[in-house]
């Protein structure tokens, strides 16, 4: 996969607020006065409500993980939640038609380029310049992955089905993400991974 560890806007006080028309400073204050300081969910929406309901969740979603780094939040874990990326394709075919070009080396380098590994629980895997080791494997249901992009910390990969309609959606999940240099270049680099998968399929 091609990878370009960069976000899609600043993440600075002038571009916060060129977007949003507040710096983040006045944004952390909006999250403490409104008491949301350890809900993830409800201060995203609220600052998404407050800046306007744009088209995506971008600058809500950076600037409750900036505040989550400026406070010291983290998880059980040690670790801050920090970005969650989602990346969808729908496809006709069944999950388990689907699974087969997640199930094997060769299948899954077809459309994930630059994969080396084989499809092992406890297996190292190369992708690129990114590594990491082969988690949880159930046949036609999902892959997990602890994926380490270059310079950058561990993280978590989950790619699973849904099916509603005579619809499967293969949803990959890349949670934990640290920085939004590596959260945007992850997901730009998944869609168009699963742009590459969706003629395999057929």
Request: net charge positive.
């Amino acid at each position: 996969m091609h990878f370009e560890f960069a976000p899609d806007f600043p993440v600075t006080d002038a571009a916060c607020s060129l977007a949003t028309g507040k710096p983040f400073a006045h944004w952390f204050q909006v999250i403490d006065s409104a008491g949301l300081a350890s809900k993830r969910r409800e201060a995203i929406q609220h600052i998404y409500n407050d800046t306007g309901r744009g088209k995506d969740v971008w600058w809500p979603t950076t600037i409750w993980v900036e505040f989550e780094r400026a406070r010291g939040i983290v998880q059980r874990d040690g670790r801050a939640e920090g970005y969650n990326i989602c990346c969808t394709k729908g496809f006709k075919q069944t999950p388990a038609e689907i699974f087969v070009h997640l199930a094997s080396e060769p299948a899954l380098a077809k459309w994930v380029e630059g994969w080396s590994g084989a499809l092992v629980e406890g297996t190292p895997f190369t992708c690129g310049p990114c590594k990491g080791t082969v988690g949880r494997i159930r046949d036609g249901k999902d892959l997990r992955l602890q994926w380490q992009s270059p310079g950058f910390g561990v993280t978590d990969v989950e790619m699973m089905f849904a099916v509603a309609a005579g619809k499967t959606t293969l949803n990959v999940y890349h949670k934990r993400i640290a920085t939004r240099d590596e959260a945007d270049g992850l997901r730009r680099a998944w869609g168009q991974a699963l742009e590459r998968l969706k003629p395999l399929v057929g």
